[in-house]
């Protein structure tokens, strides 16, 4: 079976460019294949020349996915748009001829576009970068404070109306220096986010559920400097500020509110007395 056309997009009727099968292309140690075109030319270089392996770049279709397609590689590279699920594990070690495939790679954070369990069965290891995004989440997340806080949208599209509401905007803005932060879950990103915020001359206050069971983790966050909160209650109450996961269900459950479609909104927690800006990043 030979893989869809390398220009990784919808042909127009006619597209006489060449596909080469993985036979043809395959090095005597290894064939990798990557579906979302993560594979630049310094990669390139060091995959074939140095390390001697072969590189098909493809996208391929759920009917070859099913056919056992996977099982002509030795590892594969992805990123979300490709799913690989357990039918399409299972077709390949299905394969008569039998099955190269020993990686599954993800280049991101989380492996739900993968079927972890079936490739753990047959030995493929599934690798994933953990810390891929965090540095880039936690730039967002500030910016997102920082446009809450100084009204930098309302500012840009006065701005693009012909319009100039400096004293409007002067009094509707607010300082982050002395404010609270709250901080729904403790991981790399909300502690990326910890340190650019505190360095603002926030204060910063953290519940974790792992730190109403550990005294090293309410102390852990206190060593940093921070203010360990035993009740998500205490964290909307003493906060100006609250930022958490809108993907994180646990996150979504003990706040009681509802993700919101937009990348940030302003809201009333029932159980709060106090008028917040929730972060869904």
């Excluded at 982050?176 to 403790?186: D, E, N, T």
């Excluded at 109403?212 to 102390?219: E, F, P, T, Y």
């Excluded at 966050?221 to 609250?242: K, M, N, P, R, W």
């Excluded at 996961?245 to 159980?271: G, K």
């Amino acid at each position: 079976m030979q893989p869809s056309c390398t220009c990784n997009k919808a042909c127009p009727e006619g597209c006489s460019e060449e596909i080469e099968t993985a036979e043809s292309k395959r090095a005597d140690t290894g064939l990798i294949l990557d579906t979302d075109e993560l594979v630049d030319d310094r990669l390139r270089a060091l995959i074939e020349g140095p390390s001697s392996y072969g590189l098909v770049q493809a996208h391929l279709s759920e009917a070859q996915l099913a056919a056992g397609a996977l099982a002509e590689y030795d590892a594969v590279l992805i990123r979300s748009p490709t799913q690989i699920p357990a039918d399409a594990i299972e077709a390949a070690f299905a394969r008569t001829e039998g099955c190269r495939l020993k990686v599954i790679g993800r280049a991101g954070v989380g492996v739900d576009n993968v079927a972890v369990k079936a490739a753990t069965e047959h030995h493929v290891a599934v690798l994933n970068v953990p810390s891929a995004s965090t540095q880039s989440v936690v730039e967002l997340t500030v910016a997102h404070i920082l446009n809450c806080a100084r009204k930098v949208p309302l500012a840009d599209s006065a701005v693009k109306n012909g319009e100039w509401p400096r004293n409007a905007l002067w009094s509707a803005g607010t300082e982050l220096h002395g404010k609270r932060i709250g901080l729904v879950g403790f991981g790399h990103i909300a502690r990326g986010v910890a340190r650019v915020v505190q360095a603002l001359g926030m204060e910063v206050h953290v519940f974790t559920p792992s730190a109403l069971q550990s005294v090293s983790k309410r102390a852990e966050i206190e060593a940093a400097g921070y203010v360990a909160q035993l009740s998500v209650d205490a964290l909307f109450a003493s906060c100006t500020h609250v930022s958490t996961s809108r993907y994180h269900p646990v996150a979504i459950h003990i706040c009681n509110l509802d993700p919101a479609p937009f990348p940030s909104t302003s809201v009333r927690r029932p159980a709060s007395s106090i008028y917040i800006q929730y972060l869904f990043l």
